[in-house]
């Protein structure tokens, strides 16, 4: 990978799609507001609260590596 600055990718658009769910409904199952799921879901999120994290991978059925990657900037 270089001296390529990597970034993490959220990929919650994709498993919304897959599970027909949408932002605001997984928001309610959540506890999280849906401003802060579209932070994550567009990568500008800077943290994740572990707490969060698990409650998502809950309500969508996967785990973190499902939802979330590293890799080089698109």
Same mark, same amino acid.
């Given at each position: 990978?270089?001296?390529?600055?990597?970034?993490?990718?959220?990929?919650? #658009? @994709?498993?919304?799609?897959? *599970?027909?769910? %949408? &932002?605001? /409904? !997984?928001?309610?199952?959540?506890?999280?507001?849906?401003?802060?799921?579209?932070?994550?879901?567009? #990568? @500008?999120?800077?943290?994740? *609260?572990?707490? %969060? &994290?698990? /409650? !998502?991978?809950?309500?969508?059925?996967?785990?973190?590596?499902?939802?979330?990657?590293?890799?080089?900037?698109?």
């Amino acid at each position: 990978m270089g001296d390529t600055e990597l970034v993490v990718r959220c990929h919650l #658009d @994709r498993l919304l799609y897959e *599970r027909g769910l %949408t &932002l605001s /409904a !997984l928001a309610e199952k959540v506890g999280v507001t849906v401003v802060n799921l579209s932070v994550l879901k567009n #990568d @500008r999120a800077k943290a994740i *609260r572990f707490s %969060t &994290l698990v /409650a !998502l991978c809950r309500e969508l059925d996967c785990q973190p590596g499902d939802l979330l990657t590293v890799g080089e900037p698109a």
